[in-house]
């Protein structure tokens, strides 16, 4: 079968390869849509510290089942329709027995410690279903949508947390396919009053602000996203800021341009070259900041993201603007960091 490998940083390869065998513990799928991120392009640049083989990449998959394991729960059969979550939770660490599986200290991932979903075939661990991982795609959600649920878990986990009230303004730092999802989860589910969307690329800004109607757009590269924030609140600031992007530079506007009680969440990870930022403290002193740092999600959140897109909640197949074949995987690299497209999907 063909299959998307990582052998090193820079070195990702279309090869042929065995098509996997259903262990006896184990769930074999059809990969149909496997959805590409920014941590795809990351490891594909620069590796990563969880990825210490040569291993299929792709973490945001759905498929259908092709084989069940003889230990497997009869739940499951071949021809269903279903969605795989990335991130594994061991079940026993004390995060876990806490219920905060998303912090697990022994997380493993799919397209990391696992074979994940730039492939044709694709084995569901045993401890993916242990942990309860699988997920059945609901009818009116095609493939493509559900592969982007993963993502859109993580942002139902940071929202989660910053307590999004009716009424609030939220800015949005960010106009990839996670920025519009935010967007569009702070209004759809949390009611927020004013919602705006703000990127560096103006390109990207108009084509996402177009889908999901922020109630203002912000071109970072021409405006001072604090100043502008400020003029908009008449100089009380934003309720709920959010950084869907990996620059620190956005971390410290966030703080600048958030409200007294405001709530921030450091969404995006930062690259492990610039991991730190120097802020004002006496901000987040005086205006009784919350500071919340966000890592993936649970399971119980992606079954949460299929059921927004079952009943309308929430929809993003109209985030997915680059369908790309398998056979031309290595493009979709090329497509994500040009900033031409919103969400980009490969399709076996």
Same mark, same amino acid.
């Given at each position: 079968?063909?299959?998307?490998?990582?052998?090193?940083?820079?070195?990702? @390869?279309?090869?042929?390869?065995?098509?996997?065998?259903?262990?006896?513990?184990?769930?074999?799928?059809?990969? @149909?849509?496997?959805?590409?991120?920014?941590?795809?392009?990351?490891?594909?640049?620069?590796?990563?510290?969880?990825?210490?083989?040569?291993?299929?990449?792709?973490?945001? *998959?759905?498929?259908?089942?092709?084989?069940?394991?003889?230990?497997?729960?009869?739940?499951?059969?071949?021809?269903?329709?279903?969605?795989?979550?990335?991130?594994?939770?061991?079940?026993?660490?004390?995060?876990?027995?806490?219920?905060?599986?998303?912090?697990?200290?022994?997380?493993?991932?799919?397209?990391?410690?696992?074979?994940?979903?730039?492939?044709?075939?694709?084995?569901?661990?045993?401890?993916?279903?242990?942990?309860?991982?699988?997920?059945?795609?609901?009818?009116?959600?095609?493939?493509?949508?559900?592969?982007?649920?993963?993502?859109?878990?993580?942002?139902?986990?940071?929202?989660?947390?910053?307590?999004?009230?009716?009424?609030?303004?939220?800015?949005? *730092?960010?106009?990839?396919?996670?920025?519009?999802?935010?967007?569009?989860?702070?209004?759809?589910?949390?009611?927020?009053?004013?919602?705006?969307?703000?990127? @560096?690329?103006?390109?990207?800004?108009? =084509?996402?602000?177009?889908?999901?109607?922020?109630?203002?757009?912000?071109?970072?590269?021409?405006?001072?996203?604090?100043?502008?924030?400020?003029?908009?609140?008449?100089?009380?600031?934003?309720?709920?800021? *959010?950084?869907?992007?990996?620059?620190?530079?956005?971390?410290?506007?966030?703080?600048?341009?958030?409200?007294?009680?405001?709530?921030?969440?450091?969404?995006?990870?930062?690259?492990? *070259?610039?991991?730190?930022?120097t802020l004002d403290s006496n901000l987040v002193h005086y205006r009784q900041l919350h500071i919340h740092?966000?890592?993936?999600? /649970?399971?119980?959140?992606?079954?949460?993201?299929?059921?927004?897109?079952? /009943?309308?909640?929430? =929809?993003?197949?109209?985030?997915? /603007?680059?369908?790309?074949?398998?056979?031309?995987?290595? =493009?979709?690299?090329?497509?994500?960091?040009?900033?031409?497209?919103?969400?980009?999907?490969?399709?076996?």
């Amino acid at each position: 079968m063909l299959s998307m490998r990582f052998h090193a940083p820079g070195d990702v @390869r279309l090869e042929e390869v065995p098509e996997p065998v259903c262990g006896s513990e184990e769930v074999k799928i059809r990969v @149909r849509n496997c959805s590409m991120c920014g941590t795809d392009l990351k490891a594909f640049r620069n590796g990563h510290q969880m990825i210490s083989r040569v291993t299929t990449m792709g973490h945001e *998959i759905a498929g259908e089942i092709v084989d069940v394991g003889s230990s497997v729960s009869s739940n499951w059969s071949p021809g269903d329709r279903v969605q795989a979550i990335s991130n594994i939770p061991c079940g026993k660490c004390y995060q876990c027995r806490r219920g905060w599986t998303q912090v697990c200290e022994n997380q493993n991932s799919m397209g990391f410690q696992y074979d994940g979903g730039f492939a044709e075939f694709m084995i569901v661990p045993e401890a993916m279903l242990r942990a309860n991982g699988l997920n059945r795609i609901p009818t009116g959600v095609d493939f493509a949508e559900a592969s982007a649920a993963e993502p859109c878990s993580c942002a139902i986990n940071a929202q989660e947390q910053l307590g999004i009230e009716p009424g609030d303004f939220v800015v949005v *730092i960010g106009a990839g396919p996670i920025g519009c999802m935010h967007a569009r989860l702070a209004r759809n589910i949390h009611r927020a009053g004013t919602v705006v969307l703000v990127n @560096r690329r103006p390109g990207r800004l108009a =084509r996402s602000a177009e889908l999901v109607q922020p109630d203002f757009a912000i071109d970072s590269s021409q405006d001072d996203v604090v100043d502008t924030v400020m003029g908009l609140t008449d100089g009380r600031g934003a309720d709920v800021v *959010i950084t869907a992007t990996p620059a620190g530079k956005d971390q410290i506007h966030a703080v600048e341009m958030a409200a007294r009680n405001g709530r921030i969440s450091f969404f995006g990870g930062l690259p492990k *070259i610039a991991p730190t930022i120097t802020l004002d403290s006496n901000l987040v002193h005086y205006r009784q900041l919350h500071i919340h740092g966000t890592n993936g999600s /649970t399971p119980e959140h992606n079954r949460l993201a299929l059921e927004y897109f079952a /009943t309308g909640t929430l =929809r993003a197949n109209d985030l997915i /603007t680059h369908r790309i074949p398998l056979k031309e995987g290595l =493009r979709a690299f090329d497509v994500l960091a040009s900033g031409e497209a919103i969400k980009v999907t490969v399709e076996p």
